[in-house]
């Protein structure tokens, strides 16, 4: 089987961000079940990218990045948010990526974020992709993220990988995004 | 007449500014009170901040040598080219 994404659509930058995050690109792709997609790549300082997708029926969902489809198909949705990467990396060769692997519902209630299905499925993704002379590999099990440190960039910046770890641990708080998910289960359970 | 004077005009030494004084602050006591209650929310839920905000934990992340990555990519050609 060929290791092929879904043809994918740029649909253009969103307004200016609030810094640390700079700005945030979005692009579209339908799958073979004719489903839309949105992958959201939001640029933060450091030249990082974080790359998210969502099925678009879910777009104004706060559990649009835990929601399951189980439409067996999320290898070639993966490839495809892998080609936008690799097409980042492209026009932007000192470009480190991301990811979380957010927890399905039911697995929020058992484990917070550690070691999520997602985490456990992209990080294979990201190693068999993403080239180790190129990028430094790290993760953080607990939260369920990797990063992608680009090796170029890193040579220009020693303290790189220790910079954005900072970046993220002042401005982007999984504490308060795990308490914003059980808030909406607890009110969905109260219904 | 005494009726109608009752109801369409504040009695004698009505002190306007003092009735408005008292309304606004009940008003203003009572949104406060609000305020109160939603920081308090806000403070147990974290409900409806933004993400971006200082994390009180720290993280710590796991740097995989080369090697490790290469072994770990033979292991990933099941889940990404077989499964």
Redesign the interface.
Known sequence: ?A?KGYPYNYQGVGKKK?LP?LREHKYSFKNRFNFQYIVNVEEYQHEVYIVKFHLAAHALSKWRYCLMTNQQDA?RIIYTCVDIGKELHAEFPYASFGFIGNPTKPEIKKKKFFETKRYR?YQ??A???FD??LF??????E?S?Y?LLNKKNKERHPNL?KSI?KM??????????Y??L??ELSNEDKK | MALMIFLGSPPIGFDHILALKIIMGALLAKNSTSEKKLSADIKK???G?N??????????????T?EE??K??S???D???K?
């Open positions: 089987m290791l609030q995050l290898r499925v294979n993704f190693k068999f992709f180790p002379e430094e590999h790290a993760y953080n099990t939260k993220t990063i990988l770890v993220f641990q002042d401005h982007y708080d999984i504490d308060n995004i308490s914003n059980v808030f | 839920h974290k409900v901040k993400s971006i905000k200082k994390s009180s934990s720290k993280m710590e992340f796991t740097i995989l080369k990555v290469e770990d990519r292991s990933a050609y889940y990404v080219v499964a």
